[in-house]
């Protein structure tokens, strides 16, 4: 017995289907069969070879994110039974076999059950940007009601997920966006802050009255960290990325006397540890989508597997929402 995959031979390279031969399960592990792939901007930048973090060696499968129906299970998984709807951040990075698939084995604490109000092309779309925008607000900065917090690139695939999750929460959110993405922010519940037209000193004045903001959401990298460091309470204020992996003055933190976490949601997935978190982060969010406080924001295309290059191209050129792929 086999099934379908789409491999990358070499950097930039096309993709190519090949088939994968059935393995045994090991006691934890579920063999998911794939419904929809969620795809991300580090898909194609592991495609393109540009994203040594991901420690994905090529030829592979590709893909991060997945929601499906699972197949069968190892001896050891009472989580999950045949049958039942998943959805998870399952592979595709530390030489693990990508979602860009018909079927996946998989570490079972890495999957939750998908929300029920979600298609299988939403939940897809979740995984990857739900854990890293709950790994910042939720496990590092313990977001609250009543506070303050700025979150950049609310309309973005991470930016989006965590206005919606610090919303539920009770807090107060502004967001930067461009001037032609206000509504998309203002549907979920944030208030736009045009970043091209207004300085970090300005905003924070107009949003804080001068205070700072008591969380700062950084999902861009490079300047928009400094500008985090920069716009975050004294004392108590928290600043977060996901994308610091640049050379930064902390000196505008420390000035505040205020604090720092860095978010890389790919560890349980090269390391092995620390997996059932993802699993649980997951779980929780699913309440939230079943609840009606988190859905994806989607691309109007859609994309079958043998048309991997195009969904690739448009998530280059800057798709306004998550693209997903579905196999045949």
């Known amino acids: 017995m086999s099934y379908k995959a789409w491999s990358v031979e070499e950097a930039g390279g096309e993709f190519h289907t090949i088939q994968l031969d059935h393995q045994p399960l090991e006691a934890t592990q579920v063999l998911v069969r794939i419904a929809a792939a969620g795809l991300n901007p580090l898909?194609?930048?592991?495609r393109a070879g540009?994203?040594?973090?991901?420690?994905?060696?090529?030829?592979a499968v590709l893909g991060l994110d997945m929601a499906g129906i699972v197949e069968d299970t190892g001896?050891?998984?009472?989580?999950?039974k045949p049958g039942d709807e998943v959805y998870g951040l399952v592979g595709g990075?530390?030489?693990?076999?990508?979602?860009?698939?018909q079927k996946i084995i998989v570490d079972a604490d890495l999957l939750a059950h998908k929300p029920k109000a979600l298609s299988m092309r939403q939940a897809a779309a979740l995984p990857l940007s739900t854990i890293?925008?709950?790994?910042?607000?939720?496990?590092?900065?313990?977001?609250?009601?009543?506070?303050?917090?700025?979150?950049?690139?609310?309309?973005?695939?991470?930016?989006?997920?965590?206005?919606?999750?610090?919303?539920?929460?009770?807090?107060?959110?502004?967001?930067?966006?461009?001037?032609?993405?206000?509504?998309?922010?203002e549907?979920?519940?944030?208030?736009?802050?045009?970043?091209?037209?207004?300085?970090?000193?300005?905003y924070v004045a107009t949003s804080t009255k001068g205070k700072g903001f008591d969380i700062v959401y950084d999902t861009v990298g490079g300047a928009t960290l400094d500008a985090s460091l920069a716009a975050v309470k004294r004392y108590t204020g928290h600043a977060l990325s996901c994308l610091g992996w640049g050379s930064h003055s902390l000196a505008p933190l420390s000035f505040r006397g205020a604090t720092y976490s860095g978010v890389f949601t790919l560890l349980p997935l090269l390391t092995g540890d620390f997996r059932a978190h993802h699993g649980e982060i997951l779980s929780m969010a699913a309440k939230l989508a079943d609840e009606g406080k988190l859905k994806p924001l989607l691309s109007e295309r859609t994309f079958a597997?043998?048309?991997?290059?195009?969904?690739?191209?448009?998530?280059?050129?800057?798709?306004?929402?998550?693209?997903?792929?579905?196999?045949?």
């Open 132 to 185: 890293t925008a709950w790994e910042g607000l939720v496990d590092h900065a313990k977001v609250h009601e009543n506070q303050t917090i700025l979150i950049h690139a609310g309309a973005g695939g991470v930016g989006h997920v965590a206005v919606q999750i610090a919303v539920a929460y009770g807090a107060k959110v502004f967001t930067t966006v461009s001037n032609d993405k206000r509504k998309i922010a």
């Open 50 to 59: 540009k994203a040594e973090h991901a420690r994905q060696p090529l030829p």
């Open 187 to 202: 549907d979920f519940g944030a208030v736009p802050i045009d970043y091209r037209s207004s300085s970090v000193e300005e």
């Open 43 to 46: 898909d194609t930048k592991i």
């Open 93 to 101: 990075v530390g030489g693990l076999q990508g979602t860009l698939a």
């Open 305 to 328: 597997m043998e048309d991997l290059d195009g969904a690739f191209r448009l998530i280059e050129a800057g798709s306004l929402g998550k693209v997903t792929v579905e196999p045949l």
């Open 75 to 80: 001896s050891a998984v009472t989580t999950f």
